[in-house]
Nanobody, 126 residues
Framework: QVHAVESGGGLVQAGGSLRLSCAASGYTFTLYTMGWFRQAPGKEREFVASIGWPGGSRLYADSVKGRFTISRDNAKNTGYLQLNSLKPEDTAVYYC???????????????????WGQGTQVTVSS
């Protein structure tokens, strides 16, 4: 059974940093694109970053480019999202997800991802 469990969220002041983790299980992690999305209260879930299989290719939303870094450790079946220079507008629940198809090209489209984790809350105070 495919599982994704996010962790690492918390409360941080503006300008601070957090490192989110996504522990995956139930499939061959190396062969799937992984993405991070976020959802703020009252807003739709939006793309943050994605990393291709087995790694290397990366895409970022314009709003986080230069501040966030996505990575993966295939040996540990774990993906990461490093959040630096955080802003209050980054406050949201952050979700990781797996590309729906085996060896799927990297994309920014939410429908191309499935098997969502439960999310981890990131709150940035001003």
């Amino acid at each position: 059974q495919v599982h994704a469990v996010e962790s690492g969220g918390g409360l941080v002041q503006a300008g601070g940093s957090l490192r989110l983790s996504c522990a995956a299980s139930g499939y061959t992690f190396t062969l799937y694109t992984m993405g991070w999305f976020r959802q703020a209260p009252g807003k739709e879930r939006e793309f943050v970053a994605s990393i291709g299989w087995p790694g290397g290719s990366r895409l970022y939303a314009d709003s986080v480019k230069g501040r966030f870094t996505i990575s993966r450790d295939n040996a540990k079946n774990t993906g990461y999202l490093q959040l630096n220079s955080l802003k209050p507008e980054d406050t949201a629940v952050y979700y990781c997800a797996r590309g729906r198809e085996w060896k799927q090209p990297i994309t920014t489209r939410l429908p191309d991802y499935g098997y969502w984790g439960q999310g981890t809350q990131v709150t940035v105070s001003s």
